[in-house]
């Protein structure tokens, strides 16, 4: 494993998110390796850490002043041992290949856990919609597109969302793929009910999030009525992690976005909360304005560099839902003194090494984001399926399949991690059950 990680490093220098996603997951495999000697043999490992294919290319376009921008675009096709490239595209100035690297890396054990036939991918641009009229976002995805459409399509690559990418970048992109392909087909997921997309997809990550925190919490007998929860983000994961809190009882009281957080003692119930989407969905502000709408609500600015506060409010549970690494040692020690008994993550990776050693070694619920925030990609799987059916399931069938998805991935990483002497260790039971998938179907497939 060492030799692996080096060599991981060597090849993709100052990648450091995917060599931390890399070890993370390499470290959880030695006992699997070990027991089925094929894998070393084959060289699976050294296989999924290489992606299929990376394309990267130019993307040109014209703002609302006539000056010309220039972003770089990027798909990363990581496998497709199970099934079509599957994951979301990103536009974030942070956006770079390391981190596109690690996050199509996760999303190939991510979707093996979801039991649909989905392989892993990612993409995305260091474009920020961030101040940007609708039209200069159509512009920017319009001339994204132009190039992407070559390398996708519906049994070949299938992205979605993902940070700074909704329904409204997902339209202009379809849109474009659309004019430019002469095909309307599922090649993206996140689409509008009317045009292909389907129920429950927007709020498919954040309830299947909760879902995996109650599946947790079940086996200590516990449920999730009544509890006091920290969300971060204000974003689609966290805006629906809040409302199946609402809706199940439990108490919501921080959101947050790059500026800060706010922390509502009252908790967030669902005035609060459509108020909350009308400002991030349709008046694109910021959460800064929820405190001055809500006055017993406190607003705490991100300090750069600084510990993350929003983490020393005291709660039961922790639902990060912003980005990756937004929970560090000293931030999950903060948690642990709290008393925080679960933390079920939304978004990809937030906790660092550091903080996921400290929530486990101090018997904290912890689900990571591979498993927990799997819901999302899961309904993408149904998404694609009522595509090619030409039908629309309705709203109670799909979270009925998605509860049933969350219920079974909660299974598998639970066995999984018991049969391999991990009791209640899902980091372990999810990156075996997702890499013996997908193992398995390399071993058939053959060198490729
Ligand atoms: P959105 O763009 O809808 O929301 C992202 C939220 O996180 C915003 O509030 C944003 O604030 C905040 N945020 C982004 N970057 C940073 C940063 N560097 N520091 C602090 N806050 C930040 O994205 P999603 O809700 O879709 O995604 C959130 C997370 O969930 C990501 O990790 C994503 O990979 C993961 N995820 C998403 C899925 C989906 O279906 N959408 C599926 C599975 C995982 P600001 O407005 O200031 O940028």
């Known amino acids: 494993m060492e030799t692996l990680l080096a060599d991981a490093v060597a090849r993709s220098p100052g990648e450091t998110e995917f060599h931390q996603a890399v070890a993370e997951v390499a470290e959880s495999l030695v006992p699997v390796i070990d027991r089925h000697p094929r894998y070393r043999e084959q060289r699976i490992l050294d296989r999924l850490i290489e992606p299929e294919r990376v394309i990267m290319f130019r993307v040109p376009w014209v703002d609302d002043h006539g000056e010309i921008h220039v972003n770089r675009g990027y798909r990363i096709e990581m496998s497709s041992a199970i099934g079509p490239y599957k994951g979301g595209l990103r536009f974030h100035p942070s956006v770079y290949l390391g981190l596109l690297m690690f996050l199509a890396f996760e999303q190939v054990f991510k979707n093996a856990l979801t039991t649909l036939p989905m392989g892993g991918g990612k993409g995305g641009s260091d474009f920020d919609p961030k101040g940007r009229s609708d039209l200069e976002v159509m512009r920017f995805c319009q001339s994204f597109m132009t190039e992407l459409q070559r390398h996708i399509g519906p049994f070949t690559d299938v992205p979605a969302g993902d940070i700074g990418v909704g329904s409204r970048e997902i339209g202009y992109l379809f849109g474009q793929y659309k004019r430019i392909r002469n095909e309307f087909s599922g090649v993206l997921t996140g689409k509008e009910l009317e045009w ?14 909760v879902y995996f925190a109650e599946e947790m919490l079940e086996t200590r007998g516990e449920g999730i009525e009544g509890k006091t929860c920290l969300v971060s983000g204000s974003g689609n994961v966290a805006q629906y ?15 947050s976005d790059s500026d800060g957080f706010v922390h509502d003692p009252d908790g967030i119930d669902d005035e609060k909360l459509q108020w909350v989407m009308d400002l991030k969905n349709v008046r694109r502000g910021r959460i800064l304005e929820y405190a001055e709408r809500f006055p017993r609500a406190t607003y705490t600015p991100t300090i750069p560099e600084g510990r993350n506060r929003l983490w020393a409010v005291p709660a039961d549970c922790a639902f990060p839902c912003a980005t990756q690494n937004e929970i560090s040692g000293d931030d999950a020690a903060t948690l642990v003194a709290n008393g925080v008994v679960l933390v079920a ?10 903080g996921v050693d400290r929530f486990r070694e101090a018997g904290v619920l912890y689900g990571p984001g591979k498993a927990a925030n799997a819901g999302g990609v899961a309904v993408s799987g149904l998404e694609m399926s009522q595509d090619a059916l030409r039908i629309t399931w309705t709203r109670e069938e799909v979270d009925l399949r998605l509860r049933g998805i969350m219920a079974s991935i909660h299974r598998t990483c639970r066995e999984t991690a018991e049969e391999y002497d991990a009791p209640g260790d899902y980091v372990v039971g999810a990156n075996i059950a997702g890499f013996v998938k997908v193992a398995e179907a390399m071993l058939d497939q053959g060198i490729v």
């Open 241 to 255: 992690a809040v409302e199946k809190l609402i809706m199940l009882g439990a108490k919501p009281v921080t959101l």
């Open 196 to 209: 292909g997309g389907s129920l429950i997809r927007p709020e498919a990550t954040g309830y299947g999030t």
């Open 345 to 354: 993550e939304g978004a990809n990776m937030p906790t660092v090494p550091e």
